[in-house]
Structures are given as structure tokens and as C-alpha cells.
């Protein structure tokens, strides 16, 4: 069995295909999302989904999320006294999918289909792969998010021709894709980006006019990592109230005090104006880059969580003209596409062949010198394969030494649409040998391959001695080699996903303890009464006892967060 998986910055969903349609697999607390955070309880313990996330402000330091950000990158994320890759962060959310799909269906589960923004580097691609292998998943294909929307609104179901664009804003990403079917064959023309944008920018912006407004003229300490986790959660909670509601009260308890700002929905979208103004670009772009006008687009599909906000909807309305297609719940359709395409590898017979073409979404070429006056200057970019080339993609390039018996030519690979290398990104490098020969006849056709997966292979054929160099980008600077995944596969063994029976207890205990410190006064002490009365009942180790109890926590937590809670 194949599972679909979105892993995704702020939640993450895994989905199969069965009795003919993808469906979503629920986590062991009954819900699709989970979320993308992982926390440390005991030295060997880790919590993964929402226990995690009511662990942000109160165990900041034990406790990370948004590392989807940093896929590809060397940043080490401190959790505990340890620091982790996000990769290694990564499987274990995976790893927590993984186990929910096996109860789910009964059976171990061992393939995946992971989802990726479209714009995701090599490096970042690679990186997700690492992140499938160390939670022990072999990964069938990563499948680009925006092409995985496609698929969850069924395109075999469109009629021929139609051509749309997929406006994909989630929690830390914005993906922009020109999709057109022709013929059963679904093409992505051009896929654009931004990975620093998403719905956390938005509730960001809450969160900046909260400490303006209201924070500093206080003197809260807004350094403090624990006041700024209550002024972000409690920002999330405007933000998605102001879908729903045309104003909402803001309120941050800190140190026996509540600190309140009301916030309308037109005062949030005026604040949120820069980040609407910046989700235009990609979309100009992809469109240019596909060469289809906005008026030919027959459908302009939402995907995303951020997608709700009615400010980003009412943009989307003004910018094409025509209401986007919102029928399947926004932060569900990536996932369910990656439950058909796991359909798809399956070859299960229930789905009608769809042939998917993707592009490569960023240019990838090589350094050369190019001759400035009389002399040779090196730094320049050679585009071999162009951005938003349909893949799989194989193209060359003739390149020649340029001095006389050089015998050694260095092709420095990079990806990125600069001018100069030194403005695009370092991809790694190959070194091929020549015999003497005048510069004009040292010559090396230099291959690019990039497949359907985003891996890119660099075949360097030195055309006099016929010896060809085939490149394993080695100095990949986001990429694990395989040692050092060896070495990380020892160090995840040992830590433990919190037993998934008792992550019920551990969700609600965690945002028990998140609500005492949020609260004040009668309230916080009334918490502390319960949260006692519910420790008490762990302690017991009575199924019957914590179970009971288990529902009157909740139930009160429920009364006092009410709708308030995400
Ligand atoms: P995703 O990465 O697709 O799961 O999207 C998550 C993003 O969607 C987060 O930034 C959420 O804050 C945002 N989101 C979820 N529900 C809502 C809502 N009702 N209104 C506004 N934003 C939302």
C-alpha cells in the first residue's frame, strides 16, 4: 500500500486511495490535520501533532515547528540540549502519519507519495526525501502541491482544453501554478512561488500591531519567547475569527493582567495590504511564463489554509474576475490529491490513467567567463535547462576551455535566474580532464537531466578524449550524505513517539497547562483544580478513572476556550 502525504508547514495530512476515491486517514485523535510540531517531553519522549503545538508557548524551548521552512538548508533547530535538522524533524512527523495510516488500515506502511511546493529547490527535494527515508518510508515521488490540487478536483472530470491556475497560500508557503489539460494530459506550464510567504505572515501582521499598539506602550517585555508565544496564538485566533466575524476582540493575558485590542476586518486588511500587494508577483509571473492571459483561464482553483481569509479571496475575485473554485476544504486538497496519485502508482484499476506532466521550476545552468574587452571574465550564468521546461528534461550545452592547453575545465553548476552565479544558488561542481589542445578544439558538451522527482544529474562528455564525467552533485550544502543519514537513523531510534493510545490524554493535558498559564485569577486557579484532578486520575492508571476524567477536562476547557479553540 502507497499513502499520500502532505507535509506541510504548519499541518500535515496523509491520505489513500480506496473504493475508487482518496480518502483521508485520521490521526489517533480523530482528526485529518496534524500539526507540523514536534516536542520534547521526557529526555527520550516526543510528542508530534497538536500536543506539540500546545507545548509552543509553554515549553518554547522543548518544542519546534515551521522547520519546512528550513528543508534543504543547514540550520540546526534547537530541541532540548540537542539541535536537529529539519529533516530529521520532518520524519518525525512522518513517522507519527505513518503509524496513524498503519492503525488505519490495518497493515504496515512502507511507500509514500510526498508532496512539495512546486518551487522546491534540489536541495529542498532532496531534503524531503531524507526526511521519508529516516522515518523508514520509501518514497515513491515527490509530487509538486499545486499538480496535487489538480488531482484532488478530479481533472478527467473537466472538460478538454480547460486551463487553470492554482492559487496555493498556506502556512508558510505561496505556490502559483498554470495548469492546462489537453487531451487527458494534464500539464503544469508554469509554477512560480514565494517560500517566505503564507498565513503566518498574516497573523504576524496582527501580532506587529499588537506590540505596537498595545505591548510596548505597556512595557511588556516582548523579547520574552513566552509572552510572544500567547501574543502569536492568540493573533492566530483573530485572524481566523475576522473569516467569520467583521470585528474581534484581541485579549493576551500576562502577570495577573489582560491586555485587549479590537480588531476589524477592514483594519486587518488594510494592515495585511503589503503581504496581498506581494502575492501578485508570483502570479503575474506565472502567467507570463506560461504565456496564458488571465482571461483564458477557465477556473482558478484556492488550495491552503490561508486561503479562507476573505481578504485573500476578495483579491483573488478582483485579480481575475471570476469567483475561485473553493468546493473541497482548502486544507485538504493537497493531501487528497496525494492520495491519488499513490492511487496512481498502484496502477489501481478504479482510476483513469492521467498522464501528468510537470515542469522544472527553476532555471538550472552552469558558470562561464565570458570575454569583457580583451579578457576573459568569470562569474557569468549559463541557463541550460530554463525555468518551467516541461520534465523529465535533458539538455545540453557546448562549452570550450578558453586558454590553450588547459587540462582542466571546472563546470560549476548552480540553479536561480540570475545573471552573475554569485546571485543564484551553488549547486555543486564537476572537474573533467582535457589533453593539450588549442582552446577553440577543447570542447565538452555538458548534459543537464532533471526528472520528474527534481533530481538533477550533470553528464559532462569531453568530446576529444570521449570521456564522459557523470556528476553526483557531492558539495550539496543542505543535502545529508548518506553516512551522516546513518548516523541520524541511530539517534531518531532512540527517540520515542509518545504512545499513541494515550495521545489523547497528552493533547488535552498539554492544553490544559497552555490554558492555565494563558489565564488569570479565579479562572487559572479553577484550571489548576482540575488539571490536579486529572493528574490524579493518570496516576491511578485506571482506564475507567481517566476516561471519565479525560471528558470533564475537556469539557470544561471547552466551555472556557469555547470556538476560540483551533
Ligand atoms: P496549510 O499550510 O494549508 O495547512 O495552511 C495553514 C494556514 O491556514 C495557517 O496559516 C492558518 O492560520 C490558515 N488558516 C486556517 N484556517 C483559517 C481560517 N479559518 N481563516 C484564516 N486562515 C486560516
Known amino acids: 500500500m502507497i499513502i499520500g502525504i502532505d507535509l506541510g508547514t504548519t499541518n500535515s495530512l496523509a491520505s489513500v486511495f480506496q473504493n475508487g476515491k482518496a480518502i483521508l486517514i485520521p490521526n489517533s485523535l480523530g482528526s485529518f490535520l496534524t500539526p507540523s510540531v514536534v516536542s520534547l517531553v521526557d529526555k527520550d519522549e516526543i510528542l508530534v501533532g497538536l500536543s506539540a503545538r500546545e507545548r509552543l508557548s509553554t515549553h518554547s524551548d522543548l518544542t519546534a515547528s515551521v522547520f519546512k521552512r528550513y528543508m534543504g538548508t543547514n540550520k540546526q533547530i534547537p530541541l532540548g540540549r540537542k539541535f536537529y535538522r529539519p529533516e530529521e524533524l520532518s520524519s518525525l512527523v512522518l513517522r507519527s502519519l505513518k503509524r496513524d495510516a498503519e492503525i488505519f488500515l490495518g497493515e504496515k506502511i512502507e511507500r509514500a507519495v510526498i508532496t512539495v511546493p512546486a518551487y522546491f529547490s534540489d536541495a529542498q527535494r532532496k531534503a524531503t526525501r531524507i526526511a521519508g527515508e529516516l522515518a523508514g518510508l520509501q518514497i515513491e515521488g515527490l509530487l509538486n502541491e499545486p499538480t496535487a490540487a489538480a488531482l484532488a478536483y478530479g481533472l478527467h472530470e473537466l472538460p478538454d482544453e480547460s486551463k487553470f491556475l492554482v492559487f496555493d497560500l498556506g502556512g508558510g508557503t505561496f505556490d502559483v501554478s498554470v495548469l492546462d489539460l489537453f487531451e487527458g494530459v494534464m500539464e503544469v506550464r508554469a509554477s512560480t512561488g514565494d517560500n517566505f510567504l503564507g498565513g503566518e505572515d498574516f497573523r504576524n501582521s496582527i501580532v506587529d500591531i499588537f506590540i505596537e499598539k498595545v505591548a510596548k506602550k505597556s512595557k511588556l517585555p516582548v523579547e520574552d519567547q513566552k509572552l510572544l508565544g500567547i501574543i502569536r496564538n492568540q493573533a492566530e485566533i483573530v485572524k481566523r475569527a475576522l473569516t467569520d466575524s467583521s470585528s474581534v476582540e484581541m485579549k493576551v493575558n500576562w502577570k495577573d493582567t489582560s491586555y485587549t485590542m479590537s480588531v476589524t476586518g477592514e483594519e486587518f486588511a488594510v494592515w495585511s495590504e503589503p503581504l496581498l500587494l506581494r502575492l501578485r508577483k508570483p502570479v503575474e509571473r506565472a502567467l507570463r511564463d506560461s504565456k496564458i492571459k488571465s482571461s483564458e483561464l477557465d477556473q482558478i482553483v484556492l488550495a491552503g489554509g490561508a486561503t479562507r481569509m476573505s481578504a485573500v479571496r476578495k483579491m483573488v475575485a478582483r485579480m481575475f474576475g471570476i ?37 522544472c521550476p527553476y532555471t538550472l545552468g552552469m558558470e562561464v567567463s565570458e570575454k569583457i574587452g580583451r579578457e576573459f571574465k568569470s562569474g557569468f550564468y549559463l541557463p ?3 525555468r518551467n521546461t516541461i520534465v523529465p528534461v535533458s539538455r545540453s550545452e557546448i562549452v570550450n576551455c578558453i586558454q590553450d592547453n588547459q587540462r582542466e575545465m571546472k563546470v560549476c553548476i548552480f540553479q536561480g535566474e540570475s545573471r552573475l552565479v554569485k546571485d543564484n544558488i551553488f549547486l555543486g561542481e564537476v572537474t573533467v580532464k582535457f589533453p593539450p589542445l588549442p582552446a577553440s578544439e577543447a570542447k565538452a558538451d555538458v548534459r543537464f537531466t532533471y526528472d520528474i522527482n527534481g533530481i538533477l544529474e550533470v553528464e559532462v562528455h569531453v568530446l576529444p578524449t570521449d570521456e564522459k564525467y557523470r556528476s553526483v552533485i557531492e558539495e550539496n550544502p543542505g543535502v545529508l550524505t548518506p553516512e551522516e543519514i546513518t548516523e541520524k537513523l541511530k539517534r531518531l531510534e532512540k527517540l520515542k513517539i509518545h504512545p499513541r493510545d494515550k495521545e489523547e490524554n497528552r493533547a488535552v493535558l498539554s492544553r490544559a497547562e497552555r490554558l492555565y498559564e494563558e489565564s488569570l485569577g479565579e479562572t487559572r486557579r479553577f484550571i489548576g483544580e482540575e488539571l490536579g484532578y486529572f493528574v490524579g486520575a493518570l496516576d491511578t492508571q485506571e482506564e475507567n478513572l481517566i476516561q471519565e476524567a479525560n471528558k470533564r477536562l475537556t469539557k470544561v476547557l471547552q466551555e472556557l476556550e469555547g470556538d476560540n479553540y483551533l
Open 323 to 359: 469567483m475561485p473554485t473553493s468546493s473541497l476544504n482548502p486544507d485538504e486538497i493537497v493531501a487528497l490529491g496525494a492520495g491519488v496519485q499513490a492511487g496512481l502508482k498502484m496502477k489501481n484499476s478504479e482510476l483513469k490513467e492521467i498522464v501528468l506532466t510537470d515542469v
Open 384 to 386: 541550460i535547462i530554463e
